[in-house]
């Protein structure tokens, strides 16, 4: 008996933390060599949250890149854990006239390829910031390695007083030969995962 009461306590006790897991929907297709992926999910906020959440994202992925990989790029496999098909580690990040000069390593295990202290660049801001939208775009260019160009709008949708919608649209580019050898499968299981996982980590942090 006394098992069982412990048994059911700890049902309660975790049940809470099942219900609030943020589980996101996401799919990409594939058109003109341009790879497409949706992302949404669902989330309990207040617009104090969503408005903190954003801005701590933009900043730090400006001048704090290492206090990102605690939170919102959690989990998603780009500061060099090991992966069978490719690996990202991306090192740095310097913000000058506007635009993030960024750094990383691209290791494609599939084909034994790997890029050391790829350049790249990104633009990123916040475009609308009202209490019913908000919305970050975000441009990648001029990789040396892999990646042509991404691009991606970040929106946070107020559904009722306290429910959003959050959507992630992203196109993805890659480079002549890698957009001849990656699939939609492929991509789908070495990409578009990490674009949801991203969006689950902002939905958790905005739920806090």
Not at 116 to 126: F, L
Request: net charge positive; glycine share 2%; aromatic share 12%.
């Amino acid at each position: 008996m006394k098992k069982n009461i412990i048994y059911i306590l700890f049902i309660f006790n975790i049940l809470p933390l099942i219900l609030n897991a943020q589980k996101a929907n996401s799919n990409t297709t594939y058109k003109k060599g341009i790879f497409s992926t949706e992302v949404t999910c669902s989330v309990e906020s207040v617009q104090k949250n969503v408005n903190q959440v954003v801005n701590d994202f933009i900043w730090q992925y400006k001048f704090n890149l290492n206090a990102l990989f605690g939170w919102a790029l959690k989990d998603v496999k780009l500061h060099g854990e090991q992966d069978n098909f490719i690996e990202f580690d991306i090192k740095s990040h310097s913000f000058e006239n506007q635009i993030v000069n960024g750094k990383m390593d691209i290791a494609v295990k599939l084909l034994g390829k790997k890029y050391t202290d790829v350049a790249y660049k990104v633009k990123i801001e916040k475009i609308k910031d009202t209490q019913d939208l908000t919305e970050i775009s975000y441009f990648l260019y001029d990789c040396e390695e892999v990646i042509n160009q991404a691009q991606a709008k970040f929106s946070i949708t107020r559904l009722d007083t306290n429910s959003y919608e959050i959507k992630l649209i992203a196109q993805t580019q890659l480079k002549k030969f890698y957009n001849t050898l990656m699939t939609q499968k492929m991509f789908r299981q070495n990409i578009e995962w990490r674009f949801r996982k991203f969006v689950e980590n902002m939905a958790k942090k905005m739920s806090d």
